[in-house]
């Protein structure tokens, strides 16, 4: 797992999505379409809060990201991002359909999902971004009731 370049793009760009399979494991990802949305509430998803991130730490995560992946159908992403100064890390999956990602997220008690065509968050505390409707940016400390 190449925790260097995660620990670098996470940095650069206050989070990532990266591959934890294959011969580009430990590289990020984007897509021109579909969700990403989180499953580190899972009882063997590691899910890491830390304010010292270090490269080794990305690479941990990823080594049990791929043996997660290995256990459900999905294929799984390590997910990164920075609040307020805490860099969090998780395993994520890629759906295409918005409603099976509400409902992963809702089910792994996520805060909010990736809309890769719209490049944003979508809050699943805020009922018109659960829709696709939502025109709010929203502010850096998440959703809303809509």
């Known amino acids: ?10 940095a650069a ?11 580009a494991d430990g590289f990020p990802v984007a897509f021109a379409d579909g969700f990403q949305v989180g499953i580190g509430a899972r ?15 990305f690479a941990m995560v990823a080594f049990w990201v791929r043996y ?15 609040e307020d ?3 969090f890390i998780e395993p994520s999956v890629r759906v295409m359909s918005r409603d099976a990602a509400v409902a992963i997220g ?3 008690k996520e805060a909010c999902l990736w809309d890769w065509a719209a490049s944003r968050c979508l809050w699943l505390d805020c009922a018109d971004c659960r829709r696709g409707e939502c025109s709010d940016p929203h502010d850096d400390d998440g959703g809303g009731e809509s």
Do not use: K, R
């Open 13 to 23: 760009h206050e989070g990532g999505t990266f591959i934890a399979n294959g011969l």
């Open 85 to 87: 100064g805490v860099t």
């Open 68 to 82: 997660l992946a290995s256990t459900i159908a999905l294929p799984v992403f390590v997910g990164s991002w920075i």
């Open 43 to 57: 009882d063997d998803a590691p899910c890491v809060e830390t304010d010292d991130p270090t490269p080794s730490l």
């Open 1 to 10: 797992m190449n925790g260097e370049v995660m620990h670098g793009h996470t």
């Open 106 to 108: 809702d089910a792994f």
